[in-house]
């Protein structure tokens, strides 16, 4: 693992354990698959999947609809990726809507290690794809979820790093052309944030490189024409089925729907100065070793590195975008996470090194965090919440002593403790699938909103049904009704029929005179919609 060519970390590997590095990969399928599909689909789960189901009920797959009426808010391309996963296993459920997600962090963390490993050894390669992949925000959420964010990012982050390495080369036409297709892509997933993104990071990495005039060449005009030939495609077929009339401006509205436009300047200066430390609790552990950068020669450290200089340059230009935007999703910055990561692992080896003040307190953190797991681990054993939970006591059992054993390597093994660590975090992650997962769906009033929708959908299947005028469907149950019945349900404002069963909001609708023949949980209130023949 010597450079070639190239300057390398200097992260020493002299007790390099090979069946360490198997046996975080080995840990990976049952942190990331066990009871993946245990929790029911929270709202934006729901709205990605229904889009999807209704476009294979519908045949229609150039124009999203939800509840058979347009929907505008973001492209297809999502929706596609769900509907190529649901036909190969010929299931649409929580399940089957939750692994392309796990498929698309897959191939991030490989994206990851493939563009770092051009630099860097192949541990610390390995370790930034792993500080993706373990940090707090993606393993215990965004990681079980059907959204977009996970791919999205993936597309995103892929567009950087293009970005930098054909600059070096100074190959214009490629680093336009694939950044461009990559941004496409993006757009097609989630509309204008990845022109931002692109934007963004050309302007900045350019004007910081002083080669600004390269953005009006020849070869950045191919490839914003590449950009527009695959989104303007789309739309060229889409308008052949809809108007275009509402479709930018919507787009153009979620974006900016998060502002200072929508929120004010009060909020958003209140945002400013709690954003980072949301950001640090979002991404831990990893985002401790941001007390890395408290040091005099921080800067002159970084810019030593032409690599990690960009990743710091391209990570605070559009970090900028939502910093100053008040309403913010941490899952909204996956495609920076790496970023900022290569940077806490790059200033590592010299903290490591030089024994500092911030190495010592992370690492008594850090080992403060494998002991709390372990313990954590133990708990199932005297608690009576899980007792219903299968082979409780063994999987206990197994994961508390696997992390025992880790918390102990933790501390024997200096020069491997950063991978010790992911090891921890992957089998928490497993124990926390075995136990949490099922037990929050115990207790949660969304798991009773999916069961009395399935109910309705499966006692009134073969009837005709829709939505009474303004009844407002939350989007788990629209899922789960139109799933079960296999059949769009429509909303109707006029022209009502009596044989046709309506779903109403009795809060909504005191006055409506209907024979009540059902009922299912709204989670939202915790309300009760109701089925009924109007009279």
Known sequence: MQPKNKRRLNIQISTYRPWLYAGILALLAPALLINLGELAFIDDESIRALVALEMKLSGNYITPTLHGEYYYNKPPLWNWILLLFFGLTGKVNEF?????????????????????????????????????????????????????????????????????????????????????????????MKGLPAVVFQGTTLLAYFAYRRRFWKLFSWQHVVGGLSFLLIVGGYYLIYHQYNSLENVFSTLFRESSKRTVVNFGLWNTIGHFFTFPFEMVYHFLPWSLMILYFIHRDVLAKLRADSFITFNLVVFLANILVYWTSPEVYPRYLLMLAPLIFSAYIYLHDFHEANRTWQYRLINV??????????????????????????????????????????????????????????AVLLTFRIGFNWFV??????????????????????????????????TLMQPTNSFYLTNGRGAIVPRKSDNFDKDILYIIDPHAYRELKYQKVGEFKVRHGKLTYEVGLLK
């Not at 563009?115 to 707090?136: D, W």
């Not at 681990?377 to 299968?390: D, N, T």
């Not at 929050?440 to 499966?458: I, M, P, S």
Request: hydrophobic letters at 50%.
């Open 96 to 188: 089957t809507a939750r692994i392309p997600t796990v498929f698309c962090l897959l191939g991030y963390g490989a994206t990851i290690y493939y563009f770092f490993r051009k630099h860097y050894s192949r541990k610390v390669a390995f370790l930034n794809a792993f500080f993706f992949i373990t940090c707090g925000r993606v393993l215990f959420w965004d990681s079980i979820l059907a959204l977009i964010d996970t791919c999205f990012s993936w597309a995103t982050f892929t567009a950087f790093m293009v970005v930098y390495h054909h600059f070096q080369k100074e190959n214009w036409l490629k680093l336009f052309l694939l950044s461009y297709l990559l941004t496409a892509a993006g757009f097609l």
């Open 437 to 470: 997962l099922p037990d929050r769906n115990d207790n949660d009033f969304g798991d009773l909103c999916r069961q009395t929708t399935k109910d309705v959908a499966e006692e009134f299947k073969g009837r005709e049904m829709a939505i009474y005028k303004q």
């Open 365 to 422: 953190l850090f080992f403060i965090f494998c002991i709390a797991a372990a313990v954590l681990a133990f708990v199932p054993l005297f608690v009576e919440r899980p007792e219903g939970i299968p082979y409780r006591y063994a999987v206990s059992l197994a994961v508390g002593l696997t992390l025992s054993g880790l918390a102990y390597l933790y501390w024997r093994w200096k020069q491997e403790r950063l991978l010790v660590l992911i």
